[in-house]
Nanobody, 120 residues
Framework: QVQLVESGGGLVQAGGSLRLSCSAT????????MGWFRQAPGKEREFVAA????????YNADSVKGRFTISRDNAKNTVYLQMNNLKPEDTAVYYC?????????????WGQGTQVTVSS
């Protein structure tokens, strides 16, 4: 079982930065690839970024490339999302998730989400 808790959301002006954290309770956190997703009001949840179990590979949605960076610290059971040059369209609830060990590409465990609001 993996329990995930996000933090670090808030209200920021356009062009500003935030760093989201996702703390995991799992005996084998380092075995999981992790992802960040977001859901804006009235829209479907969308992929933002992902990182492999070792941190050696990262993936970003086109909409955040060059602005967002995903990273992880396996010693702290934590994954991060550094968000720079934020835009109003980045406003959403951000969720972290742990990828399924049995079915890569699918995410089995989700946090409760943290709100990010970017004002223009």
């Amino acid at each position: 079982q993996v329990q995930l808790v996000e933090s670090g959301g808030g209200l920021v002006q356009a062009g500003g930065s935030l760093r989201l954290s996702c703390s995991a309770t799992a005996r084998t956190f380092s075995a999981y690839s992790m992802g960040w997703f977001r859901q804006a009001p009235g829209k479907e949840r969308e992929f933002v970024a992902a990182i492999s179990w070792s941190g050696g590979a990262t993936y970003n949605a086109d909409s955040v490339k060059g602005r967002f960076t995903i990273s992880r610290d396996n010693a702290k059971n934590t994954v991060y999302l550094q968000m720079n040059n934020l835009k109003p369209e980045d406003t959403a609830v951000y969720y972290c998730a742990a990828e399924s060990l049995a079915s890569p590409g699918n995410y089995d465990y989700w946090g409760q989400g943290t709100q990010v609001t970017v004002s223009s």
